[in-house]
Structures are given as structure tokens and as C-alpha cells.
């Protein structure tokens, strides 16, 4: 019975070193394409349905134990609440295809199998299996740069799917002033990642003693602020700063904070790209405020004069020919302010405690909480925090947090520093929703829960 309970501790170990390499680098090429619909099938989604029947199979025997883990019961409420929602927008509201939201409601029950998985193995600390893992992580981030790299100079192909033709698996090449996605689906997924994954390499790196292995995770730090710095999401380099000083913070090396910032300022200085998308932002806000100005205490003309645009007038007089002043704005700031915000605001209205259903309101809403509040209503979004809220209480009463590995130092103050930084994101972008992102964040809390608590608790 012993050999039996090894061997499939093994299987799960390898399962979730195929979801660990496989989701992040494995291009998102379409296998089976879903009618009237550019969200498809992959082979990852094969490997999850692997996971999850062996999930199955370990939790059903004890289906009364699970139903009393508080995270894993916020979970199947989150669920519930989404399918009931589902069921509103199909047979009520009209909203959504039936077909199509219930993909998109599977898809959810597939981001929070790993989350299982991982409680598995992690029911006894075992700082060699989380070596293990974070290895793998430092695996994902040197094939994502040298893929990355490739594009940006090679010509390599990027595979996204941001909208319906690049969702069929078409290769686009690198173009001057676009993104580097490397091997996620988009530059978004690529820069959380980095968010959530560097805060624990950085406190590795000034935790462990030995020089060489310092030298290697410096080098991986470096790759991993080229990607986040090519990436180009101004949010998540500040999520990335905030998530590695609170991380420093929590192992109380306070004097490496001042060293990691002015490394990774200095890192984004040099992309002249990043530095453009911020310079124009506070330029859109200037240029806001002083019209916010002119409004309030002086008149503003609406047009201003080109000395050589002139027009000859009736009596033979050169005039100058008004110009419309030229708008300067943030497109993606815009996009969310007058397209994707409103669009989430009119479906809660619509439904207030239930939402407009899954895929209601298009692919992207660029905020997951207005996203959800949209999709799934108030009910939905209480359920989604309810899964935060259980986790939050599992911190708490573990603190102070006392941990003898370097790795699981590393990892657990890592990721809760990162966690911050990844809710700052979701404000600007649908993190929650992107599976690159989605299954390797809920792997991840699943060790993190299952370090910092018994099996019954």
C-alpha cells in the first residue's frame, strides 16, 4: 500500500512538471476549434483533463473531507454561483450561447484543478520536491527569454490570441514598437507571469550562500526583467517593484532592497519603448489637466492657426485656415475608459446579482473585478473573493511564518510579496482569466496553502 501511495505521489510529481513547463511554453496553437466562438480546444487542455480525472479519483473516496476544506469549498461556491449565472443568462436574459458559456464556466473548473494538485503532494513539506518545482519556474524563464529574444532579433514566430484571426494559430513576426510575448498568449500573461514569479527568484538570490548560485539567479533575474521591460505593460513593472520590495521585506533583507531597485530601474531605462508608453501617459495627463484648467477659469479656443494653410477669400486676402487642435491620447487608457469599463458597467446594471453570464461582454474587459461584476454579478464577485478571503485566513494564522528551507523561505515570502502586485494588475487587465497565467497561479497557492496548513485544516 506504501509502493501504491509513492508511485502516484510520482505520477502527480511529473503531472505538475508537465503543467509547470508544458501551459507557459507550449504555443497556443487551436486543436479542436469551437463553432461561432475563437476560443478553441488545445493539447493543454487534454493535459488538465488528465489532471483532474486523476484528481478525481483521490478526492471521491473522501468527498466529505474535501467538502470541509474552507478554500476548496469557496471554490465550488465561486462555481455554483457561475453556473447558476450561466443558466440566468441562457434561458432569461438571452445573453449568452449556451454552447459558449458552458466552455467558458469548464475552463474555470480547469484554472482550479492544479490548485488540488498541488494540495496532494504538499500535505508533508518536502524542500527537495519545492526545489524541484522552482527550478522548473527558472527553466520556464530562460527558454521564455531566449523565445523571446528570438522574436525580437531572429524573426522567430509569435503565436497570440487577441483576436479571431491570431486565435486560428497564425504566426505574426516582431515589428518595430510592438511587444515580445515570447511563448504566452500574449505580452499581458508574460508580464504577470514575471510579477509573480521573480519576487521569488530575487529573495533566492539573497538568501542563498553560495556565490555561483547567486551569480545564476542574478543572470535569470536580468532575463526576467528583459521580458517585462519588453513586454511593455507599464502596470506591471510597478506591480513587479511593489511585489519584490514587499517580498525583501517579509525575509527582512532590507538593505538588498535599494540594490534589486536600482538594478531593475536601470534595466527599464534602457527600453526605449517602456520608457515611451509612460513618457505619453503623463503627457495625456498634463494635457488633461490644463484643459480641466481652461475649462474651469478661461476660455479655450477650439482651433488653433497654420501661418501656411491659407485659403483666398472673396475680396483677394489671404486668411488663415483654422486647424482642429490634434488629440493626444492613451489608446489603451481610452479603450477601457470609453469601450471596455462602460460595457461591464451596463451588464451589472442589467442583472446586478447574477451578471450577464460568461463571455457576455466579449473577450476582454482589461479589469477583472469590473469583469466580474459584469459576467457573473455581485453574487459572483463575493463568491471570488470568498476564495481569497479562506486563503487570507490561512496566512494570518500561520503568522509569523517560520520556515527553515531556503527555498521555502524563498517561495512562500516571494509569492505573497507578488500577490500585491498581481491584484494591482487585475486591475487593468483580465489575469484571472488568461490560462497561461490562470492554472500556473493556482498551482502555485495550492503549495502555498498546503505548506502553511495541516491536511485537515
Keep these: 500500500m506504501q509502493k501504491l501511495l509513492l508511485s502516484a505521489n510520482n505520477l502527480f510529481k511529473y503531472f505538475i512538471a508537465a503543467i509547470i513547463l508544458a501551459i507557459p511554453l507550449y504555443p497556443k496553437f487551436p486543436f479542436i476549434r469551437i463553432p461561432g466562438t475563437y476560443v478553441s480546444i488545445r493539447l493543454e487542455d487534454l493535459l488538465m483533463l488528465i489532471v483532474g480525472v486523476f484528481i478525481a479519483v483521490k478526492v471521491l473516496p473522501r468527498i466529505k473531507d474535501f467538502l470541509n476544506r474552507k478554500v476548496e469549498r469557496a471554490m465550488l461556491i465561486y462555481l455554483a454561483v457561475g453556473a447558476i449565472s450561466l443558466i440566468s443568462a441562457v434561458l432569461i436574459l438571452h445573453t ?18 492544479p490548485f488540488l494538485a498541488g494540495a496532494f503532494l504538499f500535505r508533508k513539506k518536502d524542500e527537495n520536491l519545492l526545489s524541484f518545482f522552482v527550478k522548473l519556474l527558472g527553466i520556464v524563464i530562460i527558454i521564455s527569454f531566449i523565445y523571446g529574444f528570438g522574436q525580437r532579433y531572429l524573426g522567430w514566430p509569435i503565436i497570440i490570441t487577441q483576436n479571431e484571426e491570431y486565435a486560428k494559430g497564425i504566426a505574426l513576426r516582431w515589428v518595430p514598437g510592438s511587444h515580445v510575448n515570447g511563448p504566452f498568449a500574449g505580452h499581458y500573461d508574460l508580464a504577470t507571469f514575471m510579477v509573480m514569479v521573480l519576487p521569488i527568484f530575487v529573495t533566492l538570490m539573497v538568501l542563498v550562500k553560495k556565490k555561483t548560485t547567486k551569480l545564476i539567479l542574478f543572470m535569470l533575474l536580468l532575463a526576467g526583467l528583459w521580458l517585462l521591460s519588453e513586454a511593455i505593460s507599464r502596470i506591471s513593472v510597478v506591480s513587479y517593484l511593489l511585489g519584490t520590495t514587499l517580498a525583501l521585506f517579509l525575509v527582512r533583507k532590507y538593505k538588498a532592497i535599494p540594490f534589486v ?8 531605462s534602457l527600453s ?23 475649462k474651469l477659469f478661461g476660455y479655450q479656443s477650439k482651433f488653433i492657426y497654420a501661418a501656411d494653410a491659407t485659403v483666398e477669400s472673396r475680396h483677394g486676402v489671404y486668411v488663415p485656415t483654422p486647424t482642429p487642435v490634434p488629440i493626444l491620447e492613451d ?11 462602460p460595457r461591464a458597467i451596463r451588464a ?11 463571455s457576455s461582454i466579449t473577450l476582454a474587459t482589461d479589469n477583472d473585478y469590473l469583469r466580474l461584476l459584469g459576467e457573473t454579478g455581485l453574487l459572483g464577485f463575493l463568491a471570488f473573493a470568498l476564495i481569497f478571503i479562506r486563503i487570507g485566513e490561512i496566512i494570518i494564522k500561520s503568522w509569523p511564518i517560520r520556515l527553515e528551507g531556503v ?3 524563498a517561495f512562500v515570502f516571494g509569492l505573497l510579496g507578488s500577490l500585491p502586485g498581481i491584484f494591482l494588475n487585475a486591475l487593468f487587465i483580465d489575469i484571472f482569466e488568461a490560462s497561461k497565467f490562470a492554472i500556473l497561479f493556482w498551482l502555485l497557492i495550492g503549495f502555498l496553502v498546503y505548506m502553511l496548513k495541516e491536511p485537515n485544516g
Design 96 to 113: 449568452v450561447a449556451f454552447h459558449i458559456g458552458i466552455l467558458h464556466w469548464i475552463r474555470r473548473v480547469e484554472y482550479f484543478l
Design 261 to 268: 531597485l536600482a538594478i531593475s530601474l536601470i534595466f527599464f
Design 272 to 294: 526605449g519603448s517602456l520608457i515611451m508608453r509612460y513618457t505619453r501617459i503623463i503627457d495625456v495627463t498634463k494635457t488633461r489637466i490644463q484643459q480641466l484648467q481652461k
Design 331 to 341: 489608446r489603451s487608457t481610452s479603450i477601457r475608459l470609453n469601450v471596455e469599463w
Design 348 to 358: 451589472l446594471v442589467k442583472n446586478p446579482l447574477l451578471g450577464t453570464g460568461y
Design 407 to 409: 527555498y521555502e523561505k
